[in-house]
């Protein structure tokens, strides 16, 4: 009795070593990635002097705060512009992207035509391409269907970069559906269109989630093309706005760009979180192969 009680309290005291390093290393882990959005917070509220001395604390205010940088940050810059710019480019590239994508991955995942596989490999590979390599082409689309320097033209080019990979995770995610669901309801009397909206579409609902979060997340933190594509001010969105105001030749304002920063990403960050269990989901069931 002595060795066994002996044997369970090791064992008890190694389980709680164990859970213990299980959770010391992940608050290790997000204190590392919470420091630079506490010194973007910290810093947007700093005054000049406090900021440009390097013997001040990063992290804490050695002089007063203020609120006049986050101020000029919304009165003196169209940052509001661009925020909506933002947000109804990227709820309009979510939306042809579900549009494409679904019946693309349906007919891909159900449809069984010998094409259905090498069709699937090239549509991803697709998004491999960089940008870069097709700037000058959809430069040339954008200038014949005449939407320089309009939100338009992102609402076209964006798709060509979400719509490949959210194709392949549905592919995957529809793959790991149950036939039969979509056969009985068919036998029910619906029709494919019918079964699908109505039996296989709700349990893919994870998927679209991933996929409304993947594109509307790439939407927002794209450059490039926003760059090339959007030169007047108020079409800008806010990857490219924000630095355009507040980057003006060797002269940088680093507390609204920092406002700027904490502002666009913690909503994401809050949507992404209130949607993880859907996210992760998507993803993990989207790589099971039946």
């Not at 992290?59 to 509001?80: I, K, S």
Request: glycine share 4%.
């Amino acid at each position: 009795m002595n060795d066994t009680a002996r044997l369970r309290r090791r064992y008890a005291r190694r389980h709680v070593a164990a859970r213990a390093g299980v959770y010391s290393a992940a608050l290790l882990a997000a204190v590392v990635c919470a420091l630079p959005f506490l010194w973007s917070l910290v810093s947007a509220f700093k005054q000049n002097r406090d900021l440009y001395n390097p013997e001040s604390n990063p992290f804490a205010f050695n002089e007063p705060a203020t609120p006049d940088h986050v101020t000029f940050l919304f009165e003196d810059t169209p940052f509001n512009t661009f925020v909506w710019n933002t947000l109804l480019v990227g709820a309009l590239v979510v939306a042809v992207t579900l549009a494409l994508a679904i019946p693309a991955a349906y007919s891909l995942a159900r449809l069984n035509r010998p094409w259905g596989t090498p069709m699937g490999i090239a549509i991803f590979l697709v998004y491999l391409v960089p940008p870069s390599l097709l700037f000058l082409s959809l430069t040339r689309v954008v200038v014949a269907l005449g939407l320089e320097d309009t939100l338009w033209s992102m609402v076209v080019v964006y798709p060509t970069i979400t719509v490949p990979v959210s194709v392949w995770l549905l592919i995957g995610f529809l793959k790991a559906v149950p036939k039969d669901v979509e056969e009985q309801a068919m036998v029910d009397g619906y029709s494919r269109l019918g079964a699908f909206a109505r039996a296989v579409l709700p349990l893919v609902f994870p998927g679209i989630v991933a996929v409304v979060v993947f594109s509307f997340t790439l939407t927002a933190s794209e450059f490039v093309y926003a760059l090339a594509f959007v030169s007047a001010s108020p079409k800008m969105v806010v990857s490219t706005g924000v630095p355009t105001q507040l980057v003006r030749g060797d002269v940088f304002f680093w507390q609204s760009l920092q406002a700027a920063t904490v502002i666009t990403a913690v909503p994401i960050a809050f949507l992404f979180n209130l949607f993880l269990d859907r996210f992760v989901t998507g993803f993990t069931m989207g790589a099971v192969k039946t």
